[in-house]
């Protein structure tokens, strides 16, 4: 049985939905421990109630990045995860953290990368006025919002839309594509190589569109 540790920083959407799937599909893996930097991260009673390990290692008690990132992943090494999943992870991760989990640290991003990195990705996407956004489930790397593509999803841009309501038409996305992309990486399905992502078995993107 694999281990997945999950980090997050607030309500835990994302968390739950790879949780459920976990137990749903019997994945060969199981949820080790969920870890927020913020005590007030509503995803985490959650997790409790769940019977899954929580932990608050709040950054703002911590002098440095380094000292925090440092204390971090010596929490999540302590439940040996295969995979480290950022869930809605609001605190940038140094190099150091980053190349300690090199190809088995995973976060989702509220937009088609490489458009609109960064935060407020949905202003972002309205703003620009482009037709398709979505979200990208990707391997973590130094450069903020960059790192390996595993899995994208895309929603339309509709005229009547504000942030609010593009941002529910993502997230409903990420719940589909973020357990799916997870699910691949403990099924050992992907294989990245010279920075790129090629799933086995997964010839064909329309899944990943609009939901299908
Ligand atoms: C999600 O929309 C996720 O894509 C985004 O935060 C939200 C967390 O929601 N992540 C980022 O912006 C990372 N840069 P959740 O706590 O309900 O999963």
Redesign the pocket.
């Known amino acids: 049985m694999k281990s997945i540790v999950i980090l ?10 790879i949780v459920a799937a976990a137990a749903q599909q019997r994945w060969p893996a199981r949820v080790a421990a969920v870890i927020s930097n913020r005590a007030d ?1 509503s ?1 985490l009673e959650w997790a409790r109630e769940q019977g899954i390990a929580t932990e608050i290692l709040e950054h703002r008690s911590f002098l440095s990045r380094d000292a925090f990132d440092e204390v971090l992943a010596a929490r999540i090494d302590s439940y040996q995860p295969d995979v480290v999943v ?5 605190r940038i991760l140094g190099e150091a953290f980053v190349n300690r989990y090199d190809g088995r640290l995973l ?4 937009s088609l990368l490489p458009s609109f ?3 407020h ?1 949905h202003r972002q996407a309205l703003e620009y006025g482009v037709k398709v956004h979505g ?1 990208t489930v990707h391997f973590v790397t130094a450069k903020l ?1 960059r790192g390996p593509v595993v899995a994208q999803a895309a929603v339309p841009v509709l005229d009547v839309d504000d942030e609010l309501t593009l ?1 529910a038409r ?2 409903e996305q ?1 719940h589909i594509v ?1 357990p799916r992309a997870v699910r691949w990486i403990v099924e050992g399905r992907v294989v990245l190589r010279d920075g790129l992502v090629r799933v086995v078995g997964e010839e064909s993107v329309q899944s990943l569109l609009f939901g299908r």
């Open positions: 997050i920083s607030g309500r835990g959407s994302n968390m739950r939905s991260a995803g950022l869930a809605g992870f609001m976060n989702i991003h509220p990195p960064g935060l990705t979200c919002d941002a993502v997230l990420e973020y």
